[in-house]
């Protein structure tokens, strides 16, 4: 009986999703836009998977005799070896690029998933049962928001020494509250929709409530909130490796790499500051319009007012 | 009202033993934390009389209570390298960083609000779109690689302004020395400039974007139809009546902003050596000198926190509409 409905609960969410696919690439290629953005991070996570077979050399390898070379030098046969130019250490930096990529994306989206989880979950444990349980989540979420974000990192990190875990740990829980305020005020409106509350009297558990009812409908938002704080981890994670706080040393990152284009910036070796940067800064723009275009394509007040 | 204040006076008390709480955990998080404190070729013996010396052998919630005690008298221990009382640095560096601090937050906001009403009136025209990718841009880079570039290319190619250096103008303020403070004020300001970019260039963007949408929203109200109805110019109706309307979420985001800014000093003092808190921190972090860090980080957050009740504060009495929720 409690399973019927709740299939047919199911079936209802389901049913409109099949053509929501479509209307997202329709809206999708109308915006244009966010084609690019999503042209460049498909590049992006290609390179970070594939990074060790396309990237032309190890990116650790140094070459001494060949230090800092500018981009596109043709050596004495009119070759070009190092199309990016090389760093203080020899090192290609094209291949270090490379894979630099693979940590951005992985810490981005790492930490992401670690705070999304959380915030969502607590979200709507808190929202879901209410009473102290509420109040005590929400308190800790206040006190966070109170905190200076970045110096807690940086004196968490200080402590417990820099490493791909720990920064992904410290940024992840650091993106909790976010999910957490969003998730429980839908969990509470949505608790006490009509829906529910058949399905309640149905005989359904809270549990089957959580995950068939409430947990699709309080997504979208959720998802939204998610593309721009992939984005904004990233721009967290260069500045933390910038400061010598990232990721090991034979670990080549975006960041890093701008970190070590300091010592060589006044004799103008502008391409070790100039690259790395431009990287950063097209994968965060196609978060970023992926973001705003999700926003307006998830969020049914904007798709009211616009046809 | 007191009843509010009082509400947010409580809630401030409590974060900020959220603060000190998280501060001494932290330093525990690692384990006993008298190792970050010795070399590492410490003797036995040394360890001991470190670890008795700095009270970590004693239990924790009393170690928290005299952490906590001493705080609030102003001891956050020595530094591990000068020796010197780790509070006294950071203020010691405070003032530069709040003179850099002010400047982006001056840039940001004024040049906001002219270019987000400009993009709002122009909506849908070649400039509205081109500011927008810029502004899409400016908070889509790591600041402190546009510092890098503003280096590169406005200080060493274009050789118009300087990468580094500062002329101290509100420390001598402080210590009520105007007139010194004053006649400094134009030699400091060139050095003054790339950094303040650096830090208030995702804040200028954002807000940009933010006064945009929301003199756009203004401007499909009612009333302005009405006022267009009754044939004012253009220029009467965004100043006189929609910039009021428009301006209150960006309001409600300047309080934000500052401790925003903080943030984002740590990264670019760096980059710029500027002498201020965030150079401080670096260095710290980089001798792991931890009572350092850990004063610089309380400072913040007390300054942030305080600053934030000031703000809310200040909202009741702007916005009568607060005080009945």
């Not at chain 1, 390898?61 to 009119?78: F, K, S, W, Y």
């Not at chain 1, 979200?123 to 800790?140: E, K, N, P, Q, S």
């Not at chain 2, 401790?259 to 760096?270: A, C, N």
């Not at chain 2, 009740?309 to 005080?323: A, E, F, K, T, W």
């Amino acid at each position: 009986m409690a399973d019927a409905s709740i299939t047919r609960l199911n079936a209802e969410a389901l049913a409109p999703q099949v053509s929501e696919w479509r209307r997202a690439w329709r809206s999708l290629l109308k915006a244009r836009w966010p084609i690019l953005g999503l042209v460049i991070l498909g590049i992006m996570a290609f390179l970070s998977v594939f990074g060790p077979a396309i990237a032309p050399r190890d990116p650790n390898r140094q070459t001494l005799v060949e230090r800092l070379l500018p981009p596109m030098q043709t050596d004495a046969e009119g070759q070009v070896k190092y199309p990016l130019g090389t760093d203080g250490m020899g090192r290609d930096l094209l291949s270090r690029m490379i894979y630099g990529a693979r940590i951005s994306l992985l810490v981005g989206f790492a930490a992401v998933a670690i705070g999304g989880l959380l915030g969502i979950t607590l979200g709507i444990v808190a929202g879901f049962l209410g009473g102290y349980v509420d109040d005590i989540i929400m308190r800790v979420a206040d006190i966070q928001l109170a905190f200076h974000f970045i110096l807690l990192t940086i004196m968490v990190l200080v402590v417990l020494g820099a490493g791909i875990g720990n920064l992904v740990i410290v940024l992840g829980v650091g993106q909790w509250v976010t999910y957490a305020r969003i998730a429980r005020g839908q969990t509470i409106s949505i608790r006490a929709k009509e829906y529910v509350e058949a399905a309640r009297s149905m005989g359904a558990t809270s549990r089957e409530i959580i995950w068939r009812a409430i947990l699709p409908n309080i997504m979208s938002p959720l998802i939204v909130i998610a593309s721009f704080n992939v984005a904004s981890v990233i721009l967290a994670e260069a500045s933390l490796s910038y400061l010598g706080l990232g990721v090991p040393e034979d670990i080549p990152t975006w960041g890093k790499i701008l970190a070590e284009s300091r010592d060589q910036l006044l004799a103008g070796k502008w391409w070790l500051a100039v690259f790395p940067g431009i990287a950063i800064m097209l994968t965060v723009l196609s978060l970023n319009i992926l973001g705003d275009w999700l926003r307006d394509f998830l969020d049914p007040r904007l798709r009211g007012s616009r046809s | 009202m007191g009843k509010y204040i009082a509400r947010r006076l409580a809630q401030s008390v409590i974060v900020l033993l959220g603060v000190t709480l998280l501060a001494f955990v932290t330093l525990h998080l690692a384990g006993d934390p008298t190792y970050l404190y010795v070399s590492e070729r410490a003797s036995e013996q040394e360890i001991i009389d470190t670890r008795a010396r700095l009270g970590f052998d004693r239990p924790l919630p009393e170690q928290y209570l005299s952490f906590v005690v001493r705080m609030f008298q102003g001891d956050l221990g020595v530094s591990l390298r000068s020796r010197k009382p780790a509070l006294e640095m950071v203020m010691e560096r405070l003032p530069a960083t709040l003179e850099l601090t002010i400047c982006a937050m001056l840039f940001s906001t004024l040049l906001a609000i002219p270019v987000g009403i400009l993009c709002a009136t122009r909506r849908g025209t070649p400039l509205d779109g081109g500011i927008m990718l810029l502004a899409m841009m400016g908070q889509s880079m790591p600041g402190f690689w546009l510092g890098i570039m503003l280096m590169l290319f406005v200080g060493l190619q274009l050789r118009w302004l300087p990468i580094s250096g500062h002329e101290p103008v509100l420390e001598y303020f402080l210590r009520g020395d105007f007139a010194r403070g004053l006649q400094n004020l134009p030699q400091a300001i060139p050095y003054l400039i790339l950094p303040s970019i650096t830090i208030g260039v995702f804040s200028l963007s954002r807000n940009a974007r933010l006064v945009r949408s929301s003199m756009l929203e203004v401007l499909n109200q009612e009333y302005i139809t009405t006022a267009r109805s009754k044939g004012l110019t253009e220029r009467n109706i965004i100043v006189r009546h929609a910039m009021k309307n428009a301006m209150l979420p960006v309001v409600t985001l300047l309080g934000l902003e500052f401790g925003f800014l903080l943030s984002g000093v740590v990264v670019t003092e760096t980059v710029f050596s500027w002498p201020g808190v965030g150079r401080l921190v670096f260095n710290a972090i980089t001798q792991r000198d931890i009572p350092v860090v850990q004063a610089a980080v309380v400072t913040f957050s007390f300054m942030f926190i305080l600053l934030n009740l000031l703000v809310d504060i200040i909202y009741v009495q702007l916005d009568p509409r607060i005080r009945l929720s």
